[in-house]
T-cell receptor, first 114, second 112 residues
Framework: NAGVMQNPRHLVRRRGQEARLRCSPM?????VYWYRQLPEEGLKFMVY????????ESGMPKERFSAEFPKEGPSILRIQQVVRGDSAAYFC????????????FGSGTRLTVV | QQQVKQSPQSLIVQKGGISIINCAYE??????FPWYQQFPGKGPALLIA?????SEKKEGRFTISFNKSAKQFSLHIMDSQPGDSATYFC???????????FGGGTRVLVKP
């Protein structure tokens, strides 16, 4: 049973480009969470999604960031017009229910904006 | 307030020693307190978690102590091993909620 799969592992974008981060949850998990980790800091919640629904996006910046979890396929975190401050590790977690125990994190996507 | 404050930022301990990491929270609605272990280049992995109805929970060499009145909890790693060298994060959430609030992390180095 594969864990939470995130790709790409590393992503380099120039300022102004778009970044697309993908997350495939564990088999049987229908809840996906995205967190951002800045260098030398803890993880910060961004968004919580179920299939085709955004449940809580209170941690997501209002501009340039969006997330989706379609009926088929992985969850996508999209960052438009990236800036240097977007450079961070982005982690996805999944769970079989909507509560916090049973979170499994992926290995993350390290985004570098040059 | 949603903050969780974690200390120290880094810790060096000799093999066989005890590593102690402390966290304090402000939101009295939090009632689930997990600890995560993160190795370089990897995602956080759940280590151990506690609910506030108990004051201590032990799993192998890892123990969480919880002080509800002080709104503090701590992780003790007994008989620390070089393989325990990692970054440890405390976190807190409302059990029925959906997001974890993480502390800033403690980088632990266990010297052989």
């Amino acid at each position: 049973n594969a864990g939470v799969m995130q790709n790409p592992r590393h992503l380099v974008r120039r300022r102004g480009q778009e970044a697309r981060l993908r997350c495939s949850p564990m088999k049987g998990h229908s809840h996906v969470y995205w967190y951002r980790q800045l260098p030398e800091e803890g993880l910060k919640f961004m968004v919580y999604l179920q299939k085709e629904n955004i449940i809580d996006e209170s941690g997501m910046p209002k501009e340039r960031f969006s997330a989706e979890f379609p009926k088929e396929g992985p969850s996508i975190l999209r960052i438009q017009q990236v800036v240097r401050g977007d450079s961070a590790a982005y982690f996805c977690a999944s769970s079989p229910t909507g509560v916090n125990y049973g979170y499994t994190f992926g290995s993350g996507t390290r985004l570098t904006v040059v | 307030q949603q903050q969780v404050k974690q200390s120290p930022q880094s810790l060096i301990v000799q093999k066989g020693g005890i590593s102690i990491i402390n966290c304090a929270y402000e939101n009295t609605a939090f009632d689930y307190f997990p600890w995560y272990q993160q190795f370089p280049g990897k995602g956080p992995a759940l280590l151990i978690a506690i609910r506030p109805d108990v004051s201590e929970k032990k799993e192998g060499r890892f123990t969480i102590s919880f002080n509800k009145s002080a709104k503090q909890f701590s992780l003790h790693i007994m008989d620390s091993q070089p393989g325990d060298s990692a970054t440890y994060f405390c976190a807190a959430s409302k059990a029925a909620g959906n997001k974890l609030t993480f502390g800033g992390g403690t980088r632990v180095l266990v010297k052989p």
